[in-house]
């Protein structure tokens, strides 16, 4: 994929994560050679020395560049989750619409893993923007939320609905976990959007925010990426292991929310924790040896 690159948007807490998603997408040979920028306000990440092997520059957000996330409205944003510059740390991600030289960008959050393949020859279609349709997480509860009103068939019916990839798909906004970005959505001129748009209107995450923003970038083509790209693990907890086994050979980006193996706390681990905490296992050497050699590069 000629003229992409990564961007990723952490702090210190997703670096263990990272690492075991960038060995996934090594062994299913996925997104290789491509640069990988890193936007962080965080020193731990600016100095930590796999970060520094692995990424092709690292972009720092000192005070200067946290200024302007300072105006977005953050009323509805709980008081736990805000920090000093934004609402919520998660409006640095307003940074990935950024010009910076390249024709694509592709933003994953490190929270994931590589499960199979990705189709490049589809993330590089032309469409300014590619991502997942958030799927609404009432329809998948999970652990000690209520069940009563759970519809199998109704849930069932939005995650099969996003099976294949659908041009201009009507629906909710998109799950910003997972987004590809080209041309027209690439610019200052849609960042300086996303932060005009998040200070005009409270927003409740910088997810629905993101999706104002994708609306508002003029003749702006979007496709609809299959729930695949972006599969939360809510839906898979939700509707069993029977149901993650029959599409394992499916899923391409396993997304680890809500429920970090790395964070477990006192929560009993289940299959999908498992898994992740296999991977990473398996990772360990091949960490180490990027780590020390100071390169992704053979």
Same mark, same amino acid.
């Given at each position: 994929m000629n003229d992409t690159a990564i961007?990723?948007?952490?702090?210190?807490?997703?670096i263990r994560p990272l690492k075991v998603l960038l060995y996934s997408l090594y062994k299913q040979n996925s997104l290789q050679n491509i640069p990988i920028i890193m936007v962080t306000d965080d020193k731990r990440v600016l100095h930590d020395p796999f970060v520094r092997a692995v990424c092709h520059s690292i972009e720092f957000m000192g005070e200067e560049e946290l200024a302007p996330f300072s105006s977005i409205r953050g009323e509805k944003i709980a008081e736990k989750s805000k920090v000093a510059f934004a609402p919520k740390y998660t409006f640095l991600k307003f940074s990935i619409f950024k010009e910076r030289g390249f024709k694509r960008h592709i933003f994953i959050d490190a929270d994931m893993l590589c499960l199979n393949p990705l189709d490049e020859e589809l993330l590089a279609a032309d469409y300014h923007v590619k991502a997942m349709k958030e799927v609404a997480s009432s329809h998948f509860p999970i652990r000690a939320e209520d069940r009563s009103k759970f519809n199998e068939a109704k849930s069932l019916a939005s995650v099969t609905r996003a099976f294949e990839p659908q041009e201009n798909a009507p629906g909710t906004g998109i799950n910003s976990g997972f987004v590809? #970005?080209?041309?027209?959505?690439?610019s200052d001129d849609v960042f300086d959007l996303a932060i005009s748009v998040a200070s005009s209107e409270a927003f409740g995450a910088e997810q629905p925010a993101t999706s104002e923003v994708i609306r508002r970038i003029p003749d702006c083509k979007f496709l609809e990426l299959p729930i695949w790209y972006n599969a939360r693990r809510r839906?898979?907890?939700? #509707?069993?292991e029977t149901f993650f086994d029959q599409h394992a050979d499916r899923i391409k980006l396993l997304h680890y929310t809500p429920g970090k193996p790395w964070v477990l706390g006192d929560r009993t681990p289940d299959y999908l924790d498992k898994l992740w905490l296999n991977w990473e296992q398996d990772s360990l050497e091949w960490v180490d040896h990027v780590t020390i050699r100071g390169s992704l590069s053979a």
């Open positions: 961007i990723f948007v952490m702090n210190w807490k997703y590809v #970005l080209e041309n027209g959505a690439i839906v898979f907890e939700s #509707l069993g």
